[in-house]
């Protein structure tokens, strides 16, 4: 018996239109990915230590708004107002707490504060 021969059945147009769909689809995915780079990787926000906030070099309107995280001055048992601060002396603080966060179980002069009572939190 013989056998035809076997042929190979090429569709020339087939491969372009491939490699077409996956160049568009390659760039649309890298598009995709370069435009949502700033989400990924916001503008990392200073943070307060000691109760010092530098926002000098911080711009509102390209990087937006400021995460108050850190370390912030704090009064306990004493309400504190703008005129306090804005004579250029600053009062003691009691110390340092760092935000977001409680003070109850906070140590001040050998004791534990409660959860109840009233401070004021404030940078320089």
């Known amino acids: 018996m013989n056998k035809p ?3 190979s059945v090429s569709s020339g147009a087939r491969p372009a239109v491939f490699s077409l769909r996956a160049v568009f689809l390659i760039a649309f995915a890298l598009s ?5 780079e700033g ?6 926000s200073p943070a307060a230590h000691k109760g010092i906030l530098d926002l000098r070099a911080w711009d509102f309107g390209t990087k937006g708004s400021v995460d108050l995280t850190g370390e912030w001055a704090f009064y306990w048992s ?3 107002g703008p005129k306090d601060f804005s004579d250029g002396t600053r009062p003691e603080p009691s110390g340092y707490i760092r935000l977001p966060g409680v003070w109850k179980g906070y140590p001040l002069n050998g004791k534990i504060l409660p959860g109840t009572g009233f401070a004021t939190y404030n940078n320089y």
Request: aromatic share 12%; net charge positive.
């Open 78 to 80: 004493r309400f504190l």
């Open 5 to 7: 021969p076997i042929t």
């Open 39 to 44: 989400m990924l990787h916001p503008a990392r």
């Open 32 to 36: 995709c990915f370069l435009s949502c």
